[in-house]
């Protein structure tokens, strides 16, 4: 997962180096696995300067050439020897100068050198959009406003963005990080922890949405609230679909996410910011202006967005209009609701999905997004109506219309946060350190965790919605623990521990000496999947499996009853790359069903 230092800062007033950020994160259990420069321009339009040219003559040994003198803020003039039609004297223009790297749209780098064109001087280059990377024009240099101020780097005119990317390792317990606002949450009590001083993460004010139903509201009907424990949504028309503005793309390219168009690129923003997925329907494509949230009917059909028709489960949940699907819901939309340049109306949705029925919709198709990869984990409910009124808010701001429906919230059973009876003597025996009461009370509420009461060296803690993961006692230490600081609990003296007493054969000592044998002897040791697929040629066979209740895919839905064919799947894998000398065993295990047992 991608998290930019910049957007951090949006939401948590950090001055800190990003290396050291890095370094906090990785020791509060959000492993930092890389942490790279990111620049909205490649190269950031290093040694590029803004020059005026003073002078355009034409060169006297080329008929397409000119020779120009150019000021760009320094004590000499720069004679550049430039090949654009368009080049003129009085213009503003873009300059490399000498030992600066450009990075064009197509092909490779390369330096600006001091060199001779056709026996005349060359102290530069005078700069096209796509020879810098800043556009796909070629038909001349790139001609500035009057105003442009000589010697201004380039990067400055042109506003150039720089960010630190952290690359996070996210373990799949920490749904409740899966956003620039949960790790900012957990970066700010890890730095109170450590004796900064910082005010509590702040996310942006939304403003309050006004009652108003019009004949383009769209109604909604929830008919699985297991599945779906929380619906909300709000119509909004007379919008523009257009592209984004550059401070809305360049954020999304900073994480890795290619902007669309300002609608979709704004459920993006939204969803990287809090956590919260959101989809976006052409509300004129919505039958009966009525969304209805179902599960699947037997044999039903669906073609996702990317033009694959899908044979649908019925366990699958659905949002769909008063006919058929538009969206299977949480994991992938249709390809016929989606949000075009004809878009005038939308229909924007923010829910919370029961996460069992994510995941396993998911993994029948074999399908990932961002959404699934945050719904089958569990999103937090207390959420879904904020994100929807920050993404109306920039949608009205960034692609005008107007709110035609007041915002739908179907939510019959609000989900309760959960309490947790906490004692600090199991803290203190469980860790191996005596913490103090004090520090741990003040983790705790940096971490969102409320003290509902307190006696003695019993707690009562509220859990938020957001942190799924937290259920337990234990759950509580690792909280308390990983923001303390592992690296803060003493090691002990001397370990005790009891070795076991070998009775009889020692078959790990007898395959590790057969493995040693074959070794010397040449052989290399694989170990294939024992997961692996039925076909139809096993049919009978197929009686006899050990099928996987939740498989991972299709083709990973039962056990191997045999290891002949992992083993020929290796040799036919290093045939294919032309390894043909080889001398294979393996170690392991098969597994088989005889009537009721295995």
């Excluded at 000498?98 to 490779?108: I, N």
């Excluded at 620039?180 to 993460?201: C, I, Q, T």
């Excluded at 990869?373 to 109506?385: L, Q, S, Y």
């Amino acid at each position: 997962m991608q998290i930019s230092y910049n957007w951090i800062k949006e939401l948590l007033a950090v001055k800190l180096p990003a290396a050291e950020v890095a370094d906090l994160l990785t020791h509060s259990g959000l492993e930092v696995e890389a942490h790279e420069v990111f620049q909205s321009v490649q190269g950031g339009l290093s040694g590029l300067v803004i020059g005026e040219v003073l002078s355009c003559e034409k060169h006297p040994n080329a008929d397409k050439l000119s020779i120009t003198s150019v000021n760009v803020g320094t004590e000499k003039n720069l004679q550049i020897v430039c090949g654009a039609s368009n080049v003129a004297k009085g213009q503003k223009v873009v300059v490399a100068t000498v030992g600066s790297t450009l990075y064009p749209v197509s092909g490779d780098p390369f330096e600006i050198k001091q060199s001779k064109i056709r026996g005349e001087l060359s102290e530069g280059m005078i700069c096209a959009e796509d020879e810098i990377g800043l556009g796909s024009s070629h038909e001349g240099i790139i001609v500035l406003d009057p105003s442009a101020k000589i010697g201004t780097p380039a990067k400055d005119y042109f506003k150039v963005e720089e960010d630190v990317i952290f690359e996070i390792g996210l373990t799949p317990n920490r749904a409740d990080a899966a956003s620039h606002l949960g790790v900012a949450r957990d970066l700010y009590a890890v730095l109170l922890a450590n004796g900064h001083k910082v005010s509590e993460v702040q996310l942006p004010l939304v403003k309050d949405l006004k009652t108003c139903d019009t004949p383009d509201a769209i109604s909604v009907t929830v008919e699985n609230t297991d599945a779906c424990p929380r619906y909300s949504g709000i119509s909004i028309s007379g919008i523009k679909v257009a592209d984004s503005p550059s401070w809305l793309q360049n954020r999304l390219k900073s994480i890795g996410v290619n902007p669309i168009n300002n609608i979709v690129d704004i459920t993006n923003y939204v969803l990287h910011e809090c956590g919260q997925p959101l989809h976006a329907f052409d509300a004129h494509k919505i039958k009966e202006k009525t969304v209805v949230v179902r599960t699947a009917k037997a044999g039903e059909k669906f073609t996702t967005l990317d033009a694959v028709e899908r044979n649908l489960f019925q366990e699958d949940l659905l949002i769909c209009d008063a006919e058929v699907p538009m969206c299977i819901a949480g994991v992938f939309g249709g390809i016929n609701s989606g949000i075009s340049e004809s878009t005038q109306a939308i229909f924007l949705e923010s829910a919370y999905f029961d996460p069992s029925f994510i995941r396993r919709t998911g993994k029948r198709h074999g399908l990932k997004t961002d959404a699934s990869f945050r719904f089958e984990r569990g999103t937090d409910p207390d959420i879904a109506v904020y994100a929807l009124k920050r993404a109306v808010d920039l949608i009205l701001e960034l692609a005008g219309g107007e709110v035609c429906s007041s915002l739908v919230d179907i939510y019959p059973k609000p989900i309760v946060a959960a309490e947790v009876n906490f004692n600090l003597d199991y803290l203190d025996n469980f860790s191996g350190d005596k913490l103090d009461p004090e520090r741990v009370k003040s983790i705790l509420t940096s971490l969102g965790i409320l003290i509902l009461k307190e006696s003695g060296r019993d707690l009562v803690l509220k859990i938020p919605t957001a942190k799924v993961d937290v259920l337990r006692p234990v759950d509580v230490v690792e909280e308390v623990l990983r923001i303390h600081g592992y690296n803060r609990i003493p090691i002990p003296e001397k370990l005790l521990s009891s070795l076991p007493a070998i009775v009889g054969s020692d078959r790990e000592s007898a395959l590790n000496k057969t493995a040693d044998f074959l070794a010397a002897n040449g052989f290399f040791e694989i170990l294939s999947n024992s997961l692996t697929k039925t076909n139809d040629e096993a049919a009978e066979a197929s009686r006899h499996f050990v099928k996987i209740l939740n498989p991972l895919s299709q083709d990973l839905n039962v056990l191997r009853t045999e290891m002949l064919n992992s083993g020929l799947e290796v040799v036919s894998y290093n045939r294919n790359r032309k390894n043909s000398d080889l001398r294979l065993f393996e170690f392991g295990k098969t597994y088989i069903k005889k009537d009721d047992s295995y």
